[in-house]
């Protein structure tokens, strides 16, 4: 299903252009218009999925086996020394497209990007706290 007004909608049906690196009969992968490095890219599926926790599990599969080739693929076209693979799931966690989406960020050594968070300290009790809440 299609979401009539969402952008990336368009963009993976093919209604807007993008620099489309990949595109299959579920996704597209897309290089980011405000990338955070040079060959940031964008995983995108065809479908309408706001989040992971609306993604199918077929879905989620395909996604992260399309993830591996176009890491795979980028480190050996850009000679990226590393590479991060980020998803954001609502506004709190960044999220500003509202249609499921991977990115797919190249490293380079010298690249001044900053992807991480500060370590906390949590005490022993906090993270058997923790743990007893979402074991499963
Ligand atoms: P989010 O913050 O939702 O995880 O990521 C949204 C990403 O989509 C951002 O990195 C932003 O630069 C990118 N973006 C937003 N609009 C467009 C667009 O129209 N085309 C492309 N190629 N990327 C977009
Ligand atoms: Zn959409």
């Known amino acids: 299903?299609?979401?009539?007004?969402?952008?990336?909608?368009?963009?993976?049906?093919?209604?807007?252009?993008?620099?489309?690196?990949?595109?299959?009969?579920?996704f597209r992968v897309i290089l980011d218009?405000?990338?955070?490095?040079?060959?940031?890219?964008?995983?995108?599926?065809?479908?309408?999925?706001?989040?992971?926790?609306?993604l199918p599990d077929?879905?989620?599969?395909r996604a992260m086996i399309l993830a591996k080739?176009?890491?795979?693929?980028?480190?050996?076209?850009?000679?990226?020394?590393?590479?991060?693979?980020?998803?954001n799931n609502?506004?709190?966690?960044?999220?500003?497209v509202f249609h499921f989406h991977m990115h797919l960020i190249p490293r380079y050594e010298d690249d001044g990007q900053k992807i991480g968070w500060e370590p906390g300290k949590p005490k022993e009790e906090e993270l058997e706290e923790i743990r007893k809440r979402i074991v499963c």
């Open 58 to 61: 077929d879905t989620a599969a």
């Open 90 to 96: 609502g506004e709190t966690a960044g999220q500003t």
């Open 33 to 54: 218009l405000g990338p955070a490095t040079k060959g940031h890219a964008l995983i995108l599926p065809k479908e309408h999925f706001a989040n992971l926790y609306e």
């Open 1 to 26: 299903m299609k979401n009539e007004n969402c952008i990336f909608c368009k963009i993976a049906n093919g209604e807007i252009p993008s620099k489309t690196l990949y595109e299959d009969d579920l």
């Open 69 to 87: 080739k176009m890491a795979a693929l980028m480190k050996d076209r850009l000679g990226c020394d590393g590479l991060n693979v980020i998803q």
